[in-house]
């Protein structure tokens, strides 16, 4: 009835020693900023025997940019990219994930490599990086290895993170041309957030990413509107072309049932916001 | 006895004149409250702000089912883990039947509960509960007990469950039924108040229009947990230190369920973190607390989880309403017939007096010639309804103030306009139960002027801008409601006031103080009679072994009732004053003056209060005295306040999403003795109402499980959700309230509902009729076509 807590709780200073740990027993969990982790070890859903606290590894920090990539350190917290100037600046879609997760407290503690292993379909960064064809960096007893994207989200909640594997760093390519919207319950928690990644070659979109979460268990992407965008102008034909391509991606039974919005009202809300993002993409400089 | 047990005992002697209400001191200044630095500082003290190292932990076995008969317990082996000192189930607490509600000995409510039921009739219900030396041995405890059920059939749906297939939730007999109790077909009561001539009336009609209406569940969600700690002190008594709007209520409810005086029993009601309602009655966990305690001796400390106050702390009901009116072309309402079935839940509690309420407020705001309300409180298989800010009167307001823009719209009439014609005036009388004496006339009604400050505020005639995108519609939308000043013939407080040796007042007085500021209040109220800073009166109100009785905080009682009780005892201590003065000096009492903190014979030296008390307790010029006032208040008469509320929303035609972007709350309360707390309660009051109309629901899932598993699953409304709120004062004078005051705590909880589904239907043409009122259904009635 009441929470039980686990019976170790140890702090790990190198990535080394966190993956020496995680891999050394199954029923160990890492915790970084514990906003997604704790709520379920309360409720008795993860009854993990040993926590690795890993939020004193600095190696684990900060954001850098270089060769057309930003590449963010595990640790980094929802607060720090919202406010960094060389996300907003290379990846706006990303920053405003960032900014949109819930309150103050949840952005100075969440931390980006939390949010994305956790991977809760009303979350935020998911949809961002899926649309930014972002990738993971993960260390484990074998090495590096990077994920990317496209095969990062497996299920509900799961991801394709080995169960002994830590998230070193998130890296992200630019897209200048990028945005994220969303609709909020008054949980704070979005109900449907939409991602649009574009590139751009002269006035003609050469490339396109549209990502959606609230939707499935986990965040999609959606062909058919990537490929109305493909090849069109920029203009407002475009925008509105966007809001009325055939949403045919998203099977409404495998809709996501929460009570807050019925499954054809939420099919509207992804037109509206879809539409929004990408006009937010097209904005951009 | 304790020499302050008094249960009401004569009718209201006349209230004392009132000052002019622009000589005042103290009232109608907003002065700081006289716990507000210690609130907001961290250093108030909470239930359970103590040490309790002492105490045993205790805690509750729940039941996971609906509805399930306890055919046995074993707690053999929870009793022989090291630590656990006591195990109690329903074989070990009287067999008495009662009810928690929480008014005056007999409720209103049937006696149709124990303290651990055999029969368990909603998830949660206690079953049995533990008490050990560590949490940790308490956690194994309520692993190891083990209980053998036979699960009933449930049903949660109220019409279901006055159906004939269904399971008789309360088949045994128990005592105090209501009106026309059916418990066969778990009907609790079936009301019926009819004024004038129905058919009559909807023959005299132009138009016939007609509306069905639900409300969800939802809940107080104070900050603080239930908390219950219980001790034996050295004199054998039983000492309860609890979150309660109700200490005396609460004493007199556990002495009596354990068959032991009064006088053995002492409640301590500490700082207390928001009620609501949820803190009238004495819930289960501090009856739990004191069978722990009787039974081992020892301090004992019940503390629920917020995800246990959640599952189990009584519910706002969920009513279902019809309502049907006639009405001519010109917008005289000709009739109106209200019914309305209410769902209370496992037990009866508040059934009753919550179904009354949730007609006869909303319906008395208009008076016409027939009125006719049929209803009915149902049991289910759910968390019982208790009291809720609004008691019912939420959900008939949602009702019938929708419904009266609906009439309005059907005929073609503005719906202020509407509402103007046929409201409520002064001398006009409230629409309430046929036996009680409270249908006076009112001496007070400020209905008029807040439809007008309200509209003044939003722009009304003019009506909302549009956004130059049509994607965007904008909408204004009202309501009125109307509230009261206690339960009329059942309100009781006394108070005595104290002249200190320091010229100082000590006013005790039981009201539970629970964060909406009675205690500044009543002392404001003691210290207006002397002319004295409020900071020279000490109000002691959280004991009941130093207060007289009083039925508490509820019902917007509090500043009518209780501040009544303490202008009286003020005065009569001033009385005193004088007849001193005057035997000192050898003049008329009358010629005393006393003001600004200073007694003034005609002859001689005006002094200090603090010289006159003095000199009285030094008995320099006679014996010693010390002087204390008395009074008390009981009543038939309850004043109403009154409130316009407007809501401006935006609807988004493509999603079917919409804000309310300003909000505007105009409030007849009286005279605001205290201008500040009471745009505390204003604001509190819509902000709570608004919750219950765009998120907050707690709905239960097929087999009766609450759907919650936390405070992050109930979507209640956050500041940052708010729209600008402005709230505009109607001053009114209540004759026979202490310094013109009526009651302010409930009246804006009322209309937001409606007035935002008022809106939305002025915005986009559609009409919400279930709350909470979501994006959702908006969307899907859009889609309906308009
Ligand atoms: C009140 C509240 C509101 C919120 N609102 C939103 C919102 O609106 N939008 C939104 O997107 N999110 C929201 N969140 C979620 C929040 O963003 C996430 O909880 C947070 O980002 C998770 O990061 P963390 O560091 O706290 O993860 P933790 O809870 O510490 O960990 C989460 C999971 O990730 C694993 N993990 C963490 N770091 C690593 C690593 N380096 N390598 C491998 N595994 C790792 C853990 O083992 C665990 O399984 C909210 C949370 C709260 C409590």
Same mark, same amino acid.
């Given at each position: 009835?009441?929470?039980?807590?686990?019976?170790?709780?140890?702090?790990?200073?190198?990535?080394?020693? !966190?993956?020496? @740990? +995680?891999? %050394? *027993?199954?029923?160990?969990?890492?915790? =970084?900023?514990?906003?997604? /982790?704790?709520?379920? &070890?309360?409720?008795?859903?993860?009854?993990?025997?040993?926590?690795?606290?890993?939020?004193?590894?600095?190696?684990?920090?900060?954001?850098?940019?270089?060769?057309?990539?930003?590449?963010?350190?595990?640790?980094?917290?929802?607060?720090?990219?919202?406010?960094?100037?060389?996300?907003?600046?290379?990846?706006?879609?990303?920053?405003?994930?960032?900014?949109?997760?819930?309150?103050?407290?949840?952005?100075?503690?969440?931390?980006? !490599?939390?949010? @994305? +292993?956790? %991977? *809760?379909?009303?979350?935020?960064?998911? =949809?961002?990086?899926?649309? /930014?064809?972002?990738? &993971?960096?993960?260390?484990?007893?074998?090495?590096?290895?990077?994920?990317?994207?496209?095969?990062?989200?497996?299920?509900?909640?799961?991801?394709?993170?080995?169960?002994?594997?830590?998230?070193?760093?998130?890296?992200?390519?630019?897209?200048?041309?990028?945005?994220?919207?969303?609709?909020?319950?008054?949980?704070?928690?979005?109900?449907?957030?939409?991602?649009?990644?574009?590139?751009?070659?002269?006035?003609?979109?050469?490339? !396109?990413?549209?990502? +959606?979460?609230?939707?499935?268990?986990?965040?999609?992407?959606?062909?058919?509107?990537?490929?109305?965008?493909?090849?069109?102008?920029?203009?407002?034909?475009?925008?509105?072309?966007?809001?009325?391509?055939?949403?045919?991606?998203?099977?409404?039974?495998?809709?996501?049932?929460?009570?807050?919005?019925?499954?054809?009202?939420?099919?509207?809300?992804?037109?509206?916001?879809?539409?929004?993002?990408?006009?937010?993409?097209?904005?951009?400089? | 006895?304790?020499?302050?047990?008094?249960?009401?005992?004569?009718?209201?002697?006349?209230?004392?004149?009132?000052?002019?209400?622009?000589?005042?001191?103290?009232?109608?200044?907003?002065?700081?409250?006289?716990?507000?630095?210690?609130?907001?500082?961290?250093?108030?003290?909470?239930?359970?702000?103590?040490?309790?190292?002492?105490?045993?932990?205790?805690?509750?076995?729940?039941?996971?089912?609906?509805?399930?008969?306890?055919?046995?317990?074993?707690?053999?082996?929870?009793?022989?883990?090291?630590?656990?000192?006591?195990?109690?189930?329903?074989?070990?607490?009287?067999?008495?039947?009662?009810?928690?509600?929480?008014?005056?000995?007999?409720?209103?409510?049937?006696?149709?509960?124990?303290?651990?039921?055999?029969?368990?009739?909603?998830?949660?219900?206690?079953?049995?509960?533990?008490?050990?030396?560590?949490?940790?041995?308490?956690?194994?405890?309520?692993?190891?007990?083990?209980?053998?059920?036979?699960?009933?059939?449930?049903?949660?749906?109220?019409?279901?469950?006055?159906?004939?297939?269904?399971?008789?939730?309360?088949?045994?007999?128990?005592?105090?039924?209501?009106?026309?109790?059916?418990?066969?077909?778990?009907?609790?009561?079936?009301?019926?108040?009819?004024?004038?001539?129905?058919?009559?009336?909807?023959?005299?009609?132009?138009?016939?229009?007609?509306?069905?209406?639900?409300?969800?569940?939802?809940?107080?969600?104070?900050?603080?947990?239930?908390?219950?700690?219980?001790?034996?002190?050295?004199?054998?008594?039983?000492?309860?230190?609890?979150?309660?709007?109700?200490?005396?209520?609460?004493?007199?409810?556990?002495?009596?369920?354990?068959?032991?005086?009064?006088?053995?029993?002492?409640?301590?009601?500490?700082?207390?973190?928001?009620?609501?309602?949820?803190?009238?009655?004495?819930?289960?966990?501090?009856?739990?607390?004191?069978?722990?305690?009787?039974?081992?001796?020892?301090?004992?400390?019940?503390?629920?989880?917020?995800?246990?106050?959640?599952?189990?702390?009584?519910?706002?009901?969920?009513?279902?309403?019809?309502?049907?009116?006639?009405?001519?072309?010109?917008?005289?309402?000709?009739?109106?017939?209200?019914?309305?079935?209410?769902?209370?839940?496992?037990?009866?509690?508040?059934?009753?007096?919550?179904?009354?309420?949730?007609?006869?407020?909303?319906?008395?705001?208009?008076?016409?010639?027939?009125?006719?309300?049929?209803?009915?409180?149902?049991?289910?298989?759910?968390?019982?309804?208790?009291?809720?800010?609004?008691?019912?009167?939420?959900?008939?307001?949602?009702?019938?103030?929708?419904?009266?823009?609906?009439?309005?719209?059907?005929?073609?009439?503005?719906?202020?306009?509407?509402?103007?014609?046929?409201?409520?005036?002064?001398?006009?009388?409230?629409?309430?139960?046929?036996?009680?004496?409270?249908?006076?006339?009112?001496?007070?009604?400020?209905?008029?002027?807040?439809?007008?400050?309200?509209?003044?505020?939003?722009?009304?005639?003019?009506?909302?801008?549009?956004?130059?995108?049509?994607?965007?519609?904008?909408?204004?939308?009202?309501?009125?409601?109307?509230?009261?000043?206690?339960?009329?013939?059942?309100?009781?407080?006394?108070?005595?006031?104290?002249?200190?040796?320091?010229?100082?007042?000590?006013?005790?007085?039981?009201?539970?103080?629970?964060?909406?500021?009675?205690?500044?209040?009543?002392?404001?109220?003691?210290?207006?009679?002397?002319?004295?800073?409020?900071?020279?009166?000490?109000?002691?109100?959280?004991?009941?072994?130093?207060?007289?009785?009083?039925?508490?905080?509820?019902?917007?009682?509090?500043?009518?009732?209780?501040?009544?009780?303490?202008?009286?005892?003020?005065?009569?201590?001033?009385?005193?004053?004088?007849?001193?003065?005057?035997?000192?000096?050898?003049?008329?009492?009358?010629?005393?003056?006393?003001?600004?903190?200073?007694?003034?014979?005609?002859?001689?030296?005006?002094?200090?209060?603090?010289?006159?008390?003095?000199?009285?307790?030094?008995?320099?010029?006679?014996?010693?005295?010390?002087?204390?006032?008395?009074?008390?208040?009981?009543?038939?008469?309850?004043?109403?306040?009154?409130?316009?509320?407007?809501?401006?929303?935006?609807?988004?035609?493509?999603?079917?999403?919409?804000?309310?972007?300003?909000?505007?709350?105009?409030?007849?309360?009286?005279?605001?003795?205290?201008?500040?707390?009471?745009?505390?309660?204003?604001?509190?009051?819509?902000?709570?109402?608004?919750?219950?109309?765009?998120?907050?629901?707690?709905?239960?899932?097929?087999?009766?499980?609450?759907?919650?598993?936390?405070?992050?699953?109930?979507?209640?409304?956050?500041?940052?959700?708010?729209?600008?709120?402005?709230?505009?004062?109607?001053?009114?004078?209540?004759?026979?309230?202490?310094?013109?005051?009526?009651?302010?705590?409930?009246?804006?909880?009322?209309?937001?509902?409606?007035?935002?589904?008022?809106?939305?239907?002025?915005?986009?043409?559609?009409?919400?009729?279930?709350?909470?009122?979501?994006?959702?259904?908006?969307?899907?009635?859009?889609?309906?076509?308009?």
């Amino acid at each position: 009835m009441s929470e039980q807590l686990p019976a170790a709780y140890v702090h790990a200073d190198t990535v080394d020693k !966190a993956v020496e @740990l +995680v891999s %050394a *027993d199954a029923e160990t969990r890492v915790v =970084a900023g514990g906003y997604s /982790l704790l709520p379920q &070890v309360k409720d008795g859903i993860e009854t993990p025997d040993r926590l690795v606290d890993v939020s004193r590894i600095d190696e684990l920090r900060g954001i850098s940019h270089e060769a057309g990539e930003t590449c963010i350190g595990a640790l980094t917290t929802h607060h720090q990219i919202a406010t960094f100037d060389l996300v907003h600046e290379h990846v706006p879609a990303l920053a405003e994930a960032a900014d949109s997760v819930g309150d103050y407290q949840a952005r100075q503690q969440g931390t980006i !490599a939390g949010n @994305l +292993v956790f %991977a *809760d379909p009303k979350y935020d960064p998911p =949809a961002a990086f899926l649309a /930014l064809d972002g990738r &993971v960096v993960a260390r484990s007893p074998d090495g590096e290895r990077t994920i990317g994207a496209d095969e990062w989200f497996c299920g509900p909640g799961e991801t394709a993170l080995g169960p002994d594997e830590i998230v070193t760093d998130v890296v992200v390519p630019d897209a200048k041309r990028s945005g994220y919207v969303r609709t909020s319950e008054y949980s704070g928690y979005a109900i449907v957030g939409t991602a649009a990644a574009l590139d751009v070659d002269g006035d003609a979109v050469a490339s !396109a990413r549209v990502a +959606v979460n609230g939707v499935k268990p986990f965040p999609i992407r959606l062909p058919n509107v990537e490929d109305e965008l493909v090849g069109k102008h920029i203009d407002d034909e475009l925008r509105s072309r966007a809001a009325s391509a055939e949403l045919s991606d998203i099977n409404l039974e495998t809709l996501l049932m929460n009570g807050v919005v019925a499954d054809h009202q939420r099919l509207q809300l992804v037109r509206t916001y879809c539409r929004q993002a990408i006009e937010r993409a097209i904005e951009g400089d | 006895m304790s020499q302050y047990e008094g249960e009401p005992e004569s009718a209201d002697e006349t209230v004392a004149e009132n000052d002019a209400a622009d000589s005042n001191v103290t009232v109608r200044e907003s002065v700081e409250k006289v716990d507000g630095w210690g609130l907001v500082t961290g250093n108030a003290r909470y239930t359970d702000d103590v040490p309790t190292d002492d105490a045993l932990a205790g805690r509750v076995l729940r039941s996971p089912h609906a509805h399930a008969r306890v055919r046995s317990i074993d707690t053999e082996a929870a009793e022989a883990i090291e630590g656990v000192t006591a195990v109690i189930t329903h074989e070990d607490v009287s067999e008495q039947r009662f009810t928690r509600t929480g008014f005056p000995h007999p409720a209103p409510a049937p006696f149709d509960e124990r303290v651990f039921n055999e029969t368990v009739r909603h998830v949660g219900e206690p079953v049995a509960a533990v008490a050990a030396t560590t949490v940790d041995a308490v956690e194994r405890a309520l692993e190891a007990i083990e209980v053998d059920y036979k699960v009933l059939d449930h049903v949660l749906d109220p019409e279901a469950a006055m159906g004939s297939d269904t399971p008789t939730l309360h088949p045994e007999e128990y005592e105090n039924q209501q009106e026309n109790a059916d418990p066969e077909h778990n009907v609790v009561c079936e009301t019926r108040h009819e004024e004038g001539d129905i058919e009559a009336g909807f023959e005299a009609a132009d138009e016939i229009v007609e509306g069905e209406y639900k409300t969800q569940i939802v809940q107080q969600l104070p900050m603080e947990m239930n908390t219950a700690i219980a001790w034996i002190d050295d004199r054998q008594r039983l000492v309860l230190r609890t979150t309660t709007q109700v200490p005396h209520i609460c004493r007199a409810k556990i002495a009596r369920a354990f068959d032991i005086d009064r006088t053995d029993v002492q409640v301590i009601k500490p700082r207390v973190g928001g009620g609501f309602g949820v803190r009238q009655d004495t819930v289960p966990i501090q009856y739990i607390a004191a069978a722990l305690a009787l039974e081992t001796g020892e301090k004992v400390r019940l503390r629920n989880e917020r995800k246990e106050d959640l599952h189990v702390s009584q519910t706002r009901h969920s009513q279902t309403i019809q309502i049907k009116t006639g009405v001519r072309e010109d917008g005289t309402i000709m009739v109106m017939h209200v019914d309305i079935t209410s769902n209370t839940g496992a037990y009866g509690c508040h059934g009753f007096a919550v179904l009354e309420n949730a007609a006869h407020e909303p319906l008395s705001v208009y008076p016409c010639e027939n009125r006719l309300f049929t209803g009915r409180a149902v049991y289910t298989n759910v968390t019982p309804g208790g009291a809720m800010r609004g008691y019912g009167a939420v959900q008939g307001t949602f009702a019938l103030e929708s419904h009266v823009d609906k009439v309005a719209t059907e005929i073609g009439m503005d719906p202020v306009e509407f509402r103007r014609r046929n409201a409520i005036e002064e001398g006009e009388a409230s629409f309430e139960p046929a036996s009680s004496e409270a249908m006076d006339q009112l001496q007070s009604v400020g209905v008029e002027e807040c439809l007008e400050r309200a509209c003044e505020s939003i722009g009304w005639s003019d009506g909302p801008d549009q956004p130059a995108n049509d994607r965007y519609r904008c909408g204004y939308g009202t309501a009125l409601s109307m509230a009261k000043s206690g339960v009329p013939n059942s309100e009781f407080s006394r108070c005595n006031v104290t002249l200190e040796t320091d010229g100082t007042l000590t006013v005790r007085v039981g009201v539970g103080d629970t964060g909406q500021g009675s205690e500044t209040v009543m002392g404001q109220i003691a210290a207006e009679v002397f002319g004295l800073d409020i900071n020279s009166v000490h109000v002691k109100a959280d004991d009941t072994d130093a207060t007289p009785w009083d039925n508490g905080a509820y019902a917007s009682s509090t500043t009518y009732v209780s501040g009544n009780a303490t202008e009286k005892a003020a005065r009569d201590l001033a009385e005193k004053v004088r007849d001193l003065a005057a035997d000192w000096y050898d003049v008329d009492p009358e010629a005393v003056e006393l003001a600004d903190g200073e007694v003034a014979p005609p002859r001689g030296e005006s002094m200090t209060l603090s010289e006159f008390a003095e000199e009285a307790f030094a008995g320099i010029r006679g014996p010693k005295r010390r002087l204390t006032g008395s009074g008390q208040h009981y009543t038939p008469l309850s004043p109403k306040p009154f409130a316009a509320q407007i809501a401006a929303v935006e609807v988004d035609t493509e999603t079917g999403e919409f804000e309310v972007t300003n909000f505007v709350n105009a409030v007849d309360c009286g005279q605001a003795l205290n201008p500040a707390n009471v745009r505390g309660q204003i604001i509190g009051g819509a902000i709570m109402g608004l919750g219950q109309t765009v998120s907050e629901a707690i709905e239960f899932d097929e087999d009766g499980q609450p759907e919650l598993r936390g405070l992050r699953d109930y979507e209640v409304i956050h500041a940052t959700d708010l729209p600008e709120i402005d709230t505009e004062l109607v001053e009114t004078h209540e004759p026979t309230g202490p310094f013109g005051a009526k009651s302010v705590g409930e009246v804006t909880t009322l209309g937001p509902p409606a007035a935002v589904a008022n809106a939305i239907e002025d915005a986009v043409g559609v009409r919400i009729t279930d709350l909470p009122i979501t994006s959702a259904k908006i969307w899907d009635a859009l889609q309906g076509g308009r």
